[in-house]
């Protein structure tokens, strides 16, 4: 079974400085890895996938994200942070190709705090 | 296109009572799942559905019950609610294949005293 591992329950970061959100995931089998994004009283919204190719990925509002195979990561960063950044983000796995690849397995999610 | 509507948003019962939360997608969906959301948690899955009549455990189903009559609708239910299940509940749908990851509602806020 899948599982992920979100490395800082919060971040508190300030306007216009950069951060990277770590997420590490466990499978024996190949995945494909998704970051959510949460803004207070909503659900999520997706902010970027990896599925197969390019390990850097670009998702919305400015975010991207590296796949590293041999560590097992998916880390999130942005290069400048703004006050609406400010929510909880979700790294999750589910396993790519066919057969009982329904459940997406989540991170406990980190608390993204941009203050000015 | 409305894509995944969960209703009520809010929700307070007293312990014992039951209740059913609703869930409707209008993307033709085959995938829908329930996730509970728990401070600190992160989401947990509670129980899914891979089509019209297929239904299966998640990791967290006990207490609760789904079916799946139709393509769009996929309700949960809580038998005799508990204190620990106060939660937020997020419904959540996606195609065939996991590559798009899932829609998710907006989430039912629900409350047992």
């Known amino acids: ?116 | 296109n409305a894509g995944v509507t969960q209703t009520p948003e809010f929700q307070v019962l007293k312990t014992g009572q039951s209740m059913t939360l609703q869930c409707a997608q209008d993307m033709n969906h085959e995938y829908m799942s329930w996730y509970r959301q728990d401070p600190g948690m992160g989401l947990r899955l509670i129980h899914y559905s891979v089509g019209a009549g297929i239904t299966d455990q998640g990791e967290v189903p006990n207490g609760y019950n789904v079916s799946r009559s139709t393509t769009e609708d996929f309700p949960l239910r809580l038998l005799s609610a508990a204190p620990s299940q106060t939660s937020v509940y997020f419904c959540a749908s996606r195609t065939g294949t996991g590559a798009h990851g899932y829609t998710f509602g907006s989430g039912t806020r629900l409350t047992v005293v």
């Open chain 1, 1 to 116: 079974a899948q599982s992920v591992t979100q490395l800082d329950s919060q971040v508190p970061v300030f306007e216009e400085a950069p951060v990277e959100l770590r997420c590490n995931y466990s499978s024996s089998v190949s995945v494909y890895l998704f970051w959510y994004v949460q803004y207070p009283n909503q659900g999520l919204q997706l902010l970027l996938k990896y599925l197969s190719g390019s390990t850097l990925v670009k998702g919305i509002n400015g975010f991207e994200a590296e796949f590293n195979k041999s560590q097992t990561s998916f880390h999130l960063r942005k290069p400048s942070v703004h006050i609406s950044d400010t929510a909880e983000y979700f790294c999750a796995v589910t396993l790519s190709g066919g057969g009982s690849n329904y459940k997406l397995t989540f991170g406990k999610g980190t608390l993204l705090t941009v203050n000015p």
